[in-house]
């Protein structure tokens, strides 16, 4: 944020990644010092919101790397530790669904009835992707498009699985 306050989310990500090739957003779906989260995250997945060793927010984030074929930043994961107890009812409160406490999930977790975890993973589709310069993961990973985005990735020369 603060060395690119004027710049919107994604220009932030496009400007960073352009400049070092990779970074690693930590906090995403926390407020910065705007005011302001950087990206939507759930309140009862991620912690984004308790303090990590190095003094900032969230213990979650994104591994952005900047990809030349897009000509921006491309995320290959999103991961981080999971919400416990405290982190599950402080960001219910902050986005305004504490009425989500009484899900089963969310009860679970706050009686302790379920252990803390770790999530995410590299995505596999967007490694090969970018490993393969390829700039639609229909490219990539067999999947049921329809006839206009068909049409749309023919015109531009794009061949999907």
């Not at 930590?26 to 705007?34: A, F, P, Q, T």
């Not at 490694?127 to 990735?153: A, P, R, T, Y």
């Amino acid at each position: 944020m603060q060395k690119y306050p004027a710049f919107t989310p994604k220009e932030r990500e496009n400007a960073i990644t352009k400049e070092f090739g990779a970074v690693f957003l930590y906090g995403i779906g926390g407020e910065l010092s705007n005011g302001k989260a950087h990206d939507g995250r759930a309140a009862d997945y991620d912690d984004w919101s308790s303090v990590n060793e190095n003094g900032y927010n969230g213990l979650n984030g994104d591994i952005l790397v900047w990809n030349p074929v897009l000509n921006s930043a491309f995320e290959l994961s999103s991961m981080g530790i999971r919400v416990d107890k405290k982190a599950l009812q402080y960001q219910l409160e902050i986005r305004n669904n504490t009425e989500r406490a009484s899900l089963t999930f969310h009860r679970m977790l706050l009686d302790g009835h379920l252990p803390e975890s770790i999530g995410g993973g590299i995505g596999q589709s967007r490694v090969c992707m970018f490993m393969l310069k390829k700039s639609h993961i229909g490219e990539v990973q067999v999947s049921i498009w329809d006839e206009q985005e068909k049409e749309n990735l023919r015109i531009q020369g794009i061949n999907i699985l």
